[in-house]
């Protein structure tokens, strides 16, 4: 007799409610993903009308098409790589080092760090204060006001800080300390091998982040050729149209321009999302991991 059958009636109900549950949540996160898809190759006017809900209509690639020859989109899937790289390679390295040192019980003062990284969680100084302190520090309309001012998540901290407390034992720290190994190397050489489940975390938790950034771009650049990925998404998706200077921008009068976006429209977010699928598979096994541990422990 299989598990099932020896279920009470109770139990069986139970368990029924649940899969159905799941199954409504399932289709709720998956069809409008299949709905994207599946309207990036079908004729925009049928996707328009509302023809497009279950199969594709009229199958067309010319949309995607119109993607590989757009030079602005390219432009900026290159800058989204570089910000993306260079911010998830900072961000990991100032939150690893940080967090450490706030794990550590020899660490003066560490409860007072703590409480101004937890404040930062819930008052911040707005965006015209922190626009011009970027702008005083000379790093308007350049790289690096993509990637330093959210180099750092306090939320990121705290997780890799109570992922460090129940990872790494006092008794480990004192034992190296005794056979003459320094806080840099004990560090380097047997907390950071110890801790990649929580790196891999806080790199997928940055990258993702940075990838789908679009808002400091908008604020803080001017030259469209520094532009990130998603501003020029937001351009053809929100604003309607396509982006200024484009090879698309002269064709036809508005109606034939605005066909042309709407062939472009859900081919843009199937390109642009899938380097972030495609990162996660590697990083899911110690995605789960990293979390559970760093969120035991407050």
Same mark, same amino acid.
């Given at each position: 007799m299989n598990s099932f059958a020896r279920q009470s009636r109770f139990d069986r109900i139970f368990d029924l409610?649940?899969?159905?549950?799941?199954?409504?949540?399932?289709?709720?996160?998956?069809?409008?993903?299949?709905?994207?898809?599946?309207?990036?190759?079908?004729?925009?006017?049928?996707?328009?009308?509302g023809s497009v809900w279950?199969?594709?209509?009229?199958?067309?690639?010319?949309?995607y098409k119109r993607i590989f020859m757009e030079e602005q989109i390219w432009i900026g899937y290159r800058n989204t790589f570089v910000?993306?790289?260079?911010?998830?390679?900072?961000?990991v390295l100032v939150t690893i080092t940080g967090a450490y040192a706030l794990s550590?019980?020899? %660490?003066?003062? /560490? &409860?007072?760090?703590?409480?101004?990284? *937890?404040?930062?969680?819930?008052?911040?100084?707005?965006?015209?204060?922190?626009?011009?302190?970027?702008?005083?520090l000379g790093m308007t309309n350049t790289i690096w006001s993509q990637i330093i001012p959210n180099a750092v998540s306090a939320f990121n901290v705290i997780i890799?800080?109570?992922?460090?407390?129940?990872?790494?034992p006092k008794e480990l720290q004192e034992a190296s300390e005794m056979d003459g190994c320094s806080t840099t190397r004990f560090f380097l050489k047997i907390v950071l091998p110890l801790s990649m489940p929580i790196v891999a975390v806080l790199a997928l938790f940055s990258a993702v982040s940075i990838w789908n950034s679009y808002f400091p771009?908008?604020?803080? %650049?001017?030259? /469209? &050729?520094?532009?990130?990925?998603?501003? *020029?998404?937001?351009?053809?998706?929100?604003?309607?149209?396509a982006p200024a200077d484009s090879s698309?921008?002269?064709q036809g009068d508005d109606s034939g321009m605005q066909r042309v976006v709407d062939i472009m429209k859900y081919g843009v977010?199937?390109?642009?999302?899938?380097?972030?699928?495609?990162?996660?598979?590697?990083?899911q096994r110690y995605f789960v991991s990293g979390v559970m541990i760093g969120s035991l422990k407050g």
């Open positions: 409610a649940n899969y159905t549950l799941m199954a409504i949540i399932m289709l709720a996160v998956l069809y409008p993903l299949y709905l994207v898809v599946i309207s990036s190759i079908s004729d925009p006017d049928s996707v328009n009308t279950l199969f594709p209509q009229g199958i067309t690639l010319e949309g910000y993306t790289a260079l911010g998830s390679t900072l961000s550590r019980s020899d %660490l003066i003062g /560490r &409860n007072g760090f703590m409480f101004i990284i *937890v404040f930062t969680m819930f008052f911040g100084g707005g965006l015209i204060p922190t626009y011009l302190l970027v702008k005083d890799a800080r109570t992922f460090f407390q129940m990872t790494i771009g908008l604020i803080y %650049l001017r030259d /469209r &050729n520094l532009y990130p990925l998603q501003l *020029v998404i937001r351009e053809i998706l929100i604003v309607n149209e698309l921008a002269g977010i199937i390109v642009s999302s899938l380097p972030v699928l495609a990162l996660y598979p590697f990083l």
